[in-house]
């Protein structure tokens, strides 16, 4: 069973560091891409990035780059999402899921079909 | 990016209607629209990919259909389960960016 499995909630101070994790299993970790989605508080779903844990490929919409960094430790099968200085903007829920893909990902298979249940990221002073 | 717009913004219905979202692409996507279903407090689902392709295990009762700009999700004879927000996405191009959802609620 394909299972991804995200650290839990965190409370934080701006200015502060964050790497929130996803742990895959159930399926070869190094052979699909894991993305990032961002909710914030009664908004809708916000496409950040991918990141392909087999050789470390990733891509960021244009609205993140920059602003948080994707990484992954395939010899641990997690996928990480990390701030080095958090807003009170970046309040939200944090989702991982998994593209049904590898490699050469086509256009008619870069959907997310498992998620993780969610990290909720809190930055308040 | 591509804008992804919904309509309607949220909609009432009963159980046993059916109901149809669409969903607009800024520029064409061809067949690469996909759909989700989102409870309250839970992560999303994928109901429908490429379009009209039914992910395993969602009811047949769902299903999605378009090309190019235009696309709809309709579900038929609704059930109390199914009351939730949708939500469209292009995965034409990088980023795939979502609409911005359609809650549906009980009238």
């Known amino acids: 069973e394909v299972q991804l499995v995200q650290s839990g909630a965190e409370v934080k101070k701006p200015g502060e560091s964050l790497k929130i994790s996803c742990k895959g299993s159930?399926?070869?970790?190094?052979?699909?891409?894991i993305g990032w989605v961002r909710q914030m508080p009664g908004k809708g779903l916000e496409w950040m990035g991918i990141?392909?844990?087999?050789?470390?490929?990733?891509r960021y919409s244009p609205s993140f780059q920059g602003q948080v960094t994707i990484s992954a430790d395939k010899s641990i099968n997690t996928a990480y999402l990390q701030w080095s200085s958090l807003k009170a903007s970046d309040t939200a829920m944090y989702y991982c899921?998994?593209?049904?893909?590898?490699?050469?990902?086509?256009?008619?298979?870069?959907?997310?079909?498992?998620w993780g249940q969610g990290t909720l990221v809190t930055v308040s002073s | 990016d591509i804008q992804m717009t919904q309509s309607p913004s949220s909609l009432s219905a009963s159980v046993g209607d059916t109901v149809t979202i669409t969903c607009r692409a800024s520029?064409?996507?061809?067949?690469?629209l996909n759909w989700y279903q989102q409870k309250p407090g839970k992560a999303p689902k994928l109901l429908i990919y490429?379009?009209?392709s039914l992910q395993s295990g969602v009811p047949s009762r769902f299903s999605g259909s378009g090309s190019g700009t235009d696309f709809t999700l309709t579900i038929s004879s609704l059930q109390p389960e199914d009351f939730a927000t949708y939500y469209c996405?292009?995965?034409?191009?990088?980023?795939?960016?979502f609409g911005q959802g359609t809650k549906l609620e009980i009238k």
């Open positions: 899921a998994r593209l049904p893909c590898g490699g050469d990902c086509y256009s008619q298979e870069r959907y997310f079909d498992y």
């Open positions: 159930g399926y070869s970790f190094t052979s699909y891409w």
């Open positions: 990141i392909y844990p087999g050789d470390s490929d990733t």
């Open positions: 520029q064409s996507i061809s067949s690469y």
């Open positions: 490429a379009a009209s």
């Open positions: 996405q292009q995965s034409y191009s990088t980023p795939g960016t």
